[in-house]
Nanobody, 121 residues
């Protein structure tokens, strides 16, 4: 069992940066692929990015390519999402996820509680 806890959300002006962190309060993240989803008000939840267990392979949705970077530190049992050049449309609740690589982009086994990111224009 893996318990995920996100932190780092908040309010930032457009063009600013935030770094989200996702730590495991229970279990180890090192064997899992990890991902971040987001859900904006009135919209469906969408996949933002994924990373494999070693960090050697990543995926980004087109809308965040070149602006967001996912990384992981297995020794610290933590995954990060660095978000730069934030836009108002990035406003959403961001969820950290963990699970098998084959499922991480659709139905991850584990979810965090979410952290709010608000970008003012």
């Amino acid at each position: 069992q893996v318990q995920l806890v996100e932190s780092g959300g908040g309010l930032v002006q457009a063009g600013g940066s935030l770094r989200l962190s996702c730590a495991a309060s229970e279990g180890s993240l090192s064997v899992h692929a990890m991902g971040w989803f987001r859900q904006a008000p009135g919209k469906e939840r969408e996949l933002v990015t994924t990373i494999n267990w070693s960090g050697s392979s990543t995926y980004y949705v087109d809308s965040v390519k070149g602006r967001f970077t996912i990384s992981r530190d297995n020794a610290k049992n933590t995954v990060y999402l660095q978000m730069n050049s934030l836009k108002p449309e990035d406003r959403a609740v961001y969820y950290c996820t963990a699970g098998d690589l084959s499922r991480i982009s659709r139905t991850p086994a584990y979810w965090g509680q979410g952290t709010q990111v608000t970008v003012s224009s």
